[in-house]
């Protein structure tokens, strides 16, 4: 079974910049498309960013394009997301996701996730 650990989450001024790190099991990390998702606080969670097995295909969505990036290292076992120009909006839970098909912007398509981490980025 995947197990996937998030970190790198805190509190932040706006404007500031975060790295989020998620690694994963060793085993299976390498055939799966990974996620990020966000949960602000009273709200449904909501899509982010993805990437390939490959790393080649990394839809975002689009309030986070050109602030967020996301990567992996597969040779760690780790994905992680730059987040940059951060806004108090971005402030949530960020959970890591792990789906063995395509990186979809869908939940239902993610079959491991992990216990996420805090953002919190102050005005």
């Known amino acids: 079974q995947v197990q996937l650990v998030e970190s790198g989450g805190g509190l932040v001024q706006a404007g500031g910049s975060l790295r989020l790190s998620c690694a994963a099991s060793?085993?299976?990390?390498?055939?799966?498309?990974m996620g990020w998702f966000h949960q602000a606080p009273g709200k449904e969670r909501e899509f982010v960013a993805a990437?390939?097995?490959?790393?080649?295909?990394?839809p975002y969505a689009d309030s986070v394009k050109g602030r967020f990036t996301i990567s992996r290292d597969n040779t760690k076992n780790t994905v992680y997301l730059q987040m940059n120009s951060l806004k108090p909006e971005d402030t949530g839970v960020y959970y890591c996701?792990?789906?063995?098909?395509?990186?979809?912007?869908?939940?239902?398509?993610?079959?491991?996730w992990g216990q996420g981490t805090q953002v919190t980025v102050s005005s």
């Open positions: 996701a792990a789906t063995s098909g395509v990186p979809t912007t869908t939940i239902p398509e993610y079959a491991y």
């Open positions: 060793a085993r299976t990390f390498s055939d799966d498309a």
């Open positions: 990437i390939s097995r490959s790393g080649v295909y990394r």
